[in-house]
């Protein structure tokens, strides 16, 4: 008695391949997915790290902040501290004030240093001064310090529990905040704001 070997249809052959197209296709938009999660979850955390560093940078300049008015490029005296809403001129800052020197950093980082934030083309810019009085043409060395901002809008706290918009005001000329508001609205329309007190 003889056994013939019995192959699969055309018909069988189909369905295997048909079966086989639906599980790539599901497997590939599975993994495409994935990948894209993955990669909208390193961009976010790429964002939120960015947006600690700005603060946390803020956060110490911010208390090493001195009673040390400066000389600007046309000889006129600034406050130590300086508040606007709004930066107009190119080396303007919506926050310019004067801070201690960086012990450990070298000998032109030692002495107080003129130092400002802005608001620049959609990313907030560290903007540093060579010297805190300034020659003619001086133009400050300026870092981009967090990218993807809308708004940059901050508040001082004079020492009678007022939050002022500009400083200094004309009861608080020669002196210091005792605390700043930073509110920083993203691009993408999360608004984060900090409080941070000066020594």
Request: hydrophobic share 40%; proline share 6%; aromatic share 8%.
């Amino acid at each position: 008695m003889t056994h013939r070997s019995r192959g699969f249809t055309l018909i069988e052959l189909l369905a295997a391949l048909v079966i086989m197209a639906l599980l790539s296709i599901a497997g590939y938009r599975g993994l495409d997915a994935v990948l894209q999660t993955r990669e909208h979850i390193a961009q976010e955390t790429r964002k939120w790290q960015h947006l600690a560093f700005c603060f946390s940078r803020l956060e110490q300049d911010v208390a090493q902040a001195i009673h040390r008015p400066v000389q600007d490029q046309d000889g006129r005296t600034q406050p130590e501290w300086v508040g606007r809403t709004v930066a107009v001129a190119n080396n303007e800052a919506e926050l310019t004030f004067t801070r201690t020197g960086v012990p450990g950093e070298g000998e032109n980082m030692l002495a107080p240093q003129r130092i400002g934030y802005r608001l620049q083309q959609g990313s907030i810019v560290l903007l540093r001064w060579p010297f805190p009085d300034q020659a003619p043409r001086t133009e400050p060395v300026r870092y981009p310090l967090l990218e993807g901002v809308r708004e940059f809008h901050l508040r001082h706290l004079d020492t009678n529990g007022n939050w002022l918009e500009q400083w200094p005001s004309e009861e608080t000329a020669g002196n210091l905040p005792t605390a700043l508001e930073v509110a920083v609205t993203l691009a993408s329309g999360e608004k984060i704001t900090r409080v941070f007190a000066l020594q």
